[in-house]
């Protein structure tokens, strides 16, 4: 459930980190590990967009302005959920 996938962040564990925040297009990602894969879900549970970021970069762009949750899978199988903030 996405509950036991957000406990399973701990910034100990990776350091996996979004910027801008909030973001209005383009959303950057910055790890020690490469980022595999992506979900964003808004806040009532929906996968909105789900894929691999090109680049280190995901495009917001389609997403109207909100609250959105996005997890992101390295490649250690480490997963951390992230709430952004589309503007």
């Known amino acids: 459930t996405w509950g036991a996938a957000a406990r399973m962040s701990d910034d ?6 979004t910027y801008p925040n909030p973001v209005v297009d383009i959303l950057q990602i910055q790890s020690e590990t490469k980022v595999l894969q992506y979900k ?23 997403l ?3 609250i959105y949750l996005i997890q992101m899978t390295d490649e250690n199988g ?5 709430r952004i903030v589309k503007k």
């Open 12 to 17: 100990t564990q990776n350091n996996i980190t």
């Open 40 to 62: 964003i879900v808004s806040m009532q549970g929906a996968v909105l967009k789900e894929g691999k970021p090109n680049e280190n970069s995901i495009d917001l762009s389609p």
């Open 64 to 66: 109207v302005s909100g």
């Open 78 to 82: 480490q997963t951390k959920m992230q």
